[in-house]
């Protein structure tokens, strides 16, 4: 199921691309910070009812001339299927774009980071003919950012630092570090300070952490009172809903005993339109298969 938390930790990416390369440095592996970095089309889906998409899509382009496809998954659980959809996702990047992809998990807690960085060997062990090796982000892997002066010099690498340090007894320090250094931006741009401040609720998800952060953004910025703050809570209604009714459809088609495919998971959790939902979840009803949810007027898979 896509969380708030899940959002988080790869929209942050899209908010400011060369975050890549400073995040990554703590593995040991160095990219050049990109002069700049076109949004890519997330959408996967081949020319058949099979719909695979990765959570950030982003072309970077260096200075040095290095062009790659960076694929950001956000991954809070262990799924034995993931590593067979991740190699899919490099293939099909490299097919359609001609330039290296690279993958990027983001992981909020160690045990997920720890799976998801395994090098995996697709093919039989006398000659594998593919091994996926991605990139693993994973709480050990990001300092611990608790100075205010620390945090205003990169404030989206500390908003991701405190998404992976959640559960960590560090978290306190990191958001008090943080919640100083918004203060300053919040003043200059108040529209790049609430996506950074909604980005820093969304990816505590339901911990401790995130009351205390509520707490700092009602007591110190008055964000909850602001105009941006609202539109943002409004954006945050509309996706619990569409989210709601996601794990509506899930429960309805479990307890009826229908099949869900992985990839037909993933396209109900990733709808975010409320009324391409309600139908679906009225067919759910009776429906025998996924195939008949899907089903469009014209007896075709839409929707």
Excluded at 125 to 154: F, K, N, Y
Excluded at 160 to 187: E, F, Q, Y
Excluded at 271 to 287: G, K
Aim: hydrophobic share 45%; with cysteine.
């Amino acid at each position: 199921m896509v969380s708030s938390s899940h959002e988080a930790l790869h929209r942050i990416f899209q908010e400011d691309p060369g975050l890549f390369a400073r995040a990554v440095k703590g593995l040991g592996v160095l990219f050049d910070t990109p002069v700049s970095a076109s949004p890519l089309p997330t959408d996967l889906t081949e020319n058949r009812p099979v719909e695979r998409r990765v959570d950030t899509l982003l072309r970077m382009d260096a200075a040095d001339g290095l062009s790659f496809v960076l694929a950001v998954e956000s991954q809070s659980r262990r799924d034995p299927d993931k590593p067979a959809s991740w190699a899919y996702y490099l293939s099909h990047l490299y097919t359609k774009y001609r330039i290296p992809p690279v993958l990027l998990v983001v992981c909020p807690d160690r045990s997920t980071a720890a799976w998801a960085a395994r090098q995996v060997d697709i093919g039989p062990p006398q000659w594998p003919s593919l091994t996926l090796r991605p990139l693993v982000l994973g709480p050990d892997d990001l300092p611990v950012i608790d100075s205010a002066e620390e945090a205003a010099r990169d404030i989206p690498l500390t908003v991701l630092s405190a998404a992976l340090h959640r559960r960590d007894r560090d978290a306190a320090a990191i958001l008090k570090a943080l919640a100083t250094a918004l203060k300053g931006l919040l003043a200059d741009d108040e529209s790049a300070a609430g996506i950074l401040i909604e980005l820093t609720e969304q990816g505590l998800g339901k911990t401790p952490a995130a009351d205390l952060w509520r707490h700092l953004m009602a007591a110190d910025l008055s964000f909850f009172q602001s105009q941006t703050a609202q539109s943002l809570r409004a954006e945050g209604r509309a996706e619990g809903r569409a989210e709601g009714r996601a794990e509506d459809i899930l429960l309805l088609l479990d307890r009826r005993g229908i099949e869900v495919s992985e990839e037909d998971r993933e396209r109900i959790v990733g709808c975010a339109d409320l009324d391409t939902l309600s139908t679906w979840f009225t067919r759910a009803i009776t429906a025998a298969s996924t195939a008949e949810v899907f089903m469009s007027a014209d007896g075709g898979s839409g929707d």
